[in-house]
């Protein structure tokens, strides 16, 4: 084969592979928020640093996690999942190959406001609604793999716990989410309660 159609095969391959990476977003999208599992008792430390040995950040990246994380009564499998999507994000969309992310929070009242600080390129402001829509993404997806749902995923997931997730950036000075989780939900009726 000619070098040309080489590249027409490589693109190819590139485009069934994002094609059903977007099939399986599709689906985690249209189950966001639906499969809760059971309340646990949940330390959100250790469950942050689990998503991040899962993640497998590249060896110069470091993630801190902040030492005062609290301790929820909460559904894990959707607080994970926003967690795994915002911090997987913030690695996918570095600049550089060495980068460093900070994971926080703060109790207000009844609620837990969680914040993730990349020192990445930053989100021009004219972007920042628009990064919430299904199949958005600020590069083309030759560049970065994505299928532009991650986050639209991670705002669904929060608002049906009935938090709200916002962000704040500026080109060239990194990204900061913030989402807010109650710190204590009761569980469905029929479910059991477990700790964790």
């Known amino acids: ?3 040309a159609s080489r590249d027409h095969l ?11 990476r977007l099939l399986d977003d599709l689906l985690q999208y249209s189950r966001a928020g639906q499969q809760l599992g059971d309340v646990m008792t949940i330390q959100t430390g250790p469950l942050v640093r689990s998503v991040v040995e899962l993640l497998t950040p590249p060896e110069r990246f470091v993630v ?21 999507n915002l911090i997987d994000n913030a690695i996918k ?8 992310i900070e994971v ?6 009844r609620l837990v406001e969680f914040t993730i600080r990349d020192d990445g ?3 021009p402001a004219e972007y920042h609604e628009r990064i919430f ?20 995923v991670v705002k669904k997931v929060v608002e049906r716990q009935g938090g709200q997730v916002t962000v704040e950036s500026h080109r060239g000075q990194g990204t900061v ?20």
């Open 64 to 84: 801190s996690v902040a030492d005062n994380m609290p301790r929820l009564t909460a559904y894990k499998t959707p607080l994970e999942l926003v967690f795994r």
């Open 1 to 3: 084969l000619s070098e």
């Open 177 to 196: 989410f913030r989402f807010t989780w109650p710190n204590s939900v009761a569980p469905v009726r029929g479910r059991r309660e477990c700790h964790v």
């Open 93 to 100: 969309h570095h600049d550089r190959a060495e980068g460093h």
């Open 121 to 123: 390129p930053g989100i």
């Open 10 to 20: 490589r693109k190819l391959r590139q485009r069934v592979a994002r094609l059903d």
């Open 133 to 152: 829509r299904m199949f958005q993404t600020l590069k083309p997806r030759d560049e970065v793999e994505g299928s532009g749902i991650g986050l639209a």
């Open 104 to 109: 926080s929070a703060a109790t207000q009242g």
